[in-house]
């Protein structure tokens, strides 16, 4: 098992993350050895309930936790304030105590609606993550970001509040459908590129090892991309600063799901499409000399079955997209770009035709 | 004007607290110079915007501050999640950005609430206080408690977050009803009690100015306060020691306005009788060998309108209602007793037959 510990000195709080295979059925123990008082309830969806439920629950049960159960339904739509509320309501009348922990098994939008509400109840509770797919795993779950969407945009209603101890097990991957496994590597892939050129050696060097969910091999994929994020929280819990770099991608990867409404790619393709848009612009602008790793990228975007070309969406409409993004501060866009594998900056003012030009070279029309 | 300023380490984080006459019709220019940018929403009720929106609007416009207003009808019942989820609304369809300033101008429900939505809408605003009742200014606005309510009980579902400035302007304490006036005095005598006897002693001499609402006396009683409170909070930011001591007289208080379903006292009028209650015990217990300050106090409630008695309810009732206390942690109740005027300590083996006793001699059967 590998233990990563987060010290966030503004909050003067430290926990650690636990990353291995065979973790759930060990919970209980966990939390003993974390000091963990109190009484516990997991929040849950069916789909990851059917699989994981039982053995936490046998677990916490062995360890004397008290366990209460709360299933959410499975998606995005019940990331919502009126689930929260509804959680609140069994908390309230099942006389939850301040000292209650508040355990999330499931993906991110488990992890996220949990978060807020250990956040915010009774001012704040004890909240233990399990992240169980793999972007959860190696995003979500890590740097204390928890919210609620709003009917009018997404994570609007939310806080900053860090989880007390974060147990990844790599074993709840094997159930992971292929979809999900290729969005989680390519939050993998970018923290590579943009912070650790090793990482990302290695872990395109061995996609056959990750398809298969070798667990020795995700345990350290997991690992490594929680090192570096974990390393960029502590460093700027807030986002003020550096981990902006995070959102590499993202800036056209979140053109593309809104002018497709969210309908046509998952998140992790929109972002490797993002991705790969955003090298080819930094090597049309300059700052990016060499970019061999692009063809690396590319192939292994193709064998966990991604896009890499964006045919039939016009070039104009991306770019109109992007100043609607809710991080074009006043009306800039804020480009990630790549200076080198494991080295990315921020760049303000890129040209609008270098942009549509990498789109069409990409397919776009 | 006076000027508080609250560091607090835990979260890297200073905050002034300004204290004075006039300051209202000044906020625009205050804000400036406390260097806040954004855009404004004022949150307020009908009672207080009779007599202090125009004055604040005026003044955030000249200081080129564009304001938003959105107005809660007037009562407890409204500090609730669907009050929040409407002002979520209004920020999300008006298009306010994480660097909109929400301004809580009201009494405590007003600032829990505003505080509340500031805290979790876009995981964090800037918040600014201008409490409008004693009580407010002299508690609720400082420490950084927000909170809604649940059906089911106060403040349940809330954060620990702190404004970046509050201003008090002891003007606004002219148009309060004498029984809200009395419910932060009861507030105020008990800073006095708990931790600071000189101030109990220039505040219990000078009723009449209190009465009165004389502006430089009220600015001394507010700043007071403040100071011992902001004391209390910055050595105990999330209430897991000293900041106990801040319910003496909350114990039997709580008890009393749950036996009477919060219908026959005002918080202060039942934290008053729980203060001459606990005195009372102190004295009983020999924890406290003289309680001269004990006619003071008496004679400042009757001075205020405040009853002084508890007649006709049942001792062991009283009694019984204190192990529901959501304080009272694994079933010991926790008593916060005066040793002396000016300092206070945790109490929690009192025998119940002691307690019945101080509280028959108070009038009650």
Same mark, same amino acid.
């Given at each position: 098992m590998e233990r990563i510990r987060l010290n966030l000195t503004e909050q003067c709080r430290t926990y650690d993350i636990l990353i291995g295979d065979g973790l759930i059925p060990k919970t209980g123990m966990l939390l003993k050895e974390h000091q963990m008082k109190g009484r516990v309830v997991v929040i849950t969806n069916p789909t990851v309930a059917q699989w994981y439920l039982e053995p936490l629950l046998k677990s916490l049960a062995a360890a004397g936790y008290e366990a209460g159960v709360v299933q959410v339904p499975d998606g995005e739509v019940y990331k919502s304030l009126e689930e929260a509320s509804k959680i609140y309501d069994f908390l309230v009348e099942s006389r939850y105590d301040r000292k209650t922990i508040l355990i999330a098994l499931g993906g991110g939008v488990i992890g996220d609606l949990a978060g807020f509400v250990a956040a915010t109840y009774m001012r704040g509770i004890g909240l233990v993550q399990i992240p169980t797919t793999l972007l959860a795993q190696v995003d979500s779950s890590i740097g204390g970001k928890v919210a609620v969407n709003h009917p009018n945009g997404k994570n609007l209603i939310g806080a900053f509040y860090q989880p007390r101890l974060v147990i990844s097990d790599v074993d709840t991957l094997k159930t992971l459908p292929d979809r999900e496994l290729a969005a989680g590597m390519a939050e993998v892939v970018k923290h590579g590129i943009i912070l650790d050129e090793n990482y990302f050696s290695l872990v395109t060097s061995e996609l056959e090892r990750i398809r298969e969910r070798d667990p020795a091999f995700m345990a350290f994929v997991v690992a490594g991309s929680c090192r570096i994020k974990a390393d960029v929280v502590i460093n700027d819990e807030k986002e003020t600063?550096?981990? !902006? /770099? /995070?959102n590499f991608g993202h800036t056209i990867g979140h053109s593309l799901e809104s002018l497709t409404q969210y309908t046509m790619y998952k998140h992790g393709e929109a972002v490797m499409l993002g991705m790969l848009a955003a090298i080819r612009v930094a090597v049309r602008f300059g700052? /990016?000399?060499? !970019?061999?790793f692009y063809d690396t990228l590319e192939t292994t975007a193709k064998s966990f079955g991604m896009p890499v070309t964006i045919p039939g969406l016009p070039a104009r409409d991306i770019y109109d997209m992007l100043m609607g993004d809710k991080k074009a501060e006043y009306g800039k866009i804020r480009w990630i770009l790549p200076v080198r594998l494991g080295k990315a900056e921020i760049v303000t003012d890129l040209p609008r035709e270098m942009v549509e030009t990498v789109l069409r070279e990409m397919g776009a029309v």
């Amino acid at each position: 098992m590998e233990r990563i510990r987060l010290n966030l000195t503004e909050q003067c709080r430290t926990y650690d993350i636990l990353i291995g295979d065979g973790l759930i059925p060990k919970t209980g123990m966990l939390l003993k050895e974390h000091q963990m008082k109190g009484r516990v309830v997991v929040i849950t969806n069916p789909t990851v309930a059917q699989w994981y439920l039982e053995p936490l629950l046998k677990s916490l049960a062995a360890a004397g936790y008290e366990a209460g159960v709360v299933q959410v339904p499975d998606g995005e739509v019940y990331k919502s304030l009126e689930e929260a509320s509804k959680i609140y309501d069994f908390l309230v009348e099942s006389r939850y105590d301040r000292k209650t922990i508040l355990i999330a098994l499931g993906g991110g939008v488990i992890g996220d609606l949990a978060g807020f509400v250990a956040a915010t109840y009774m001012r704040g509770i004890g909240l233990v993550q399990i992240p169980t797919t793999l972007l959860a795993q190696v995003d979500s779950s890590i740097g204390g970001k928890v919210a609620v969407n709003h009917p009018n945009g997404k994570n609007l209603i939310g806080a900053f509040y860090q989880p007390r101890l974060v147990i990844s097990d790599v074993d709840t991957l094997k159930t992971l459908p292929d979809r999900e496994l290729a969005a989680g590597m390519a939050e993998v892939v970018k923290h590579g590129i943009i912070l650790d050129e090793n990482y990302f050696s290695l872990v395109t060097s061995e996609l056959e090892r990750i398809r298969e969910r070798d667990p020795a091999f995700m345990a350290f994929v997991v690992a490594g991309s929680c090192r570096i994020k974990a390393d960029v929280v502590i460093n700027d819990e807030k986002e003020t600063g550096i981990r !902006a /770099l /995070l959102n590499f991608g993202h800036t056209i990867g979140h053109s593309l799901e809104s002018l497709t409404q969210y309908t046509m790619y998952k998140h992790g393709e929109a972002v490797m499409l993002g991705m790969l848009a955003a090298i080819r612009v930094a090597v049309r602008f300059g700052c /990016l000399p060499q !970019a061999s790793f692009y063809d690396t990228l590319e192939t292994t975007a193709k064998s966990f079955g991604m896009p890499v070309t964006i045919p039939g969406l016009p070039a104009r409409d991306i770019y109109d997209m992007l100043m609607g993004d809710k991080k074009a501060e006043y009306g800039k866009i804020r480009w990630i770009l790549p200076v080198r594998l494991g080295k990315a900056e921020i760049v303000t003012d890129l040209p609008r035709e270098m942009v549509e030009t990498v789109l069409r070279e990409m397919g776009a029309v």
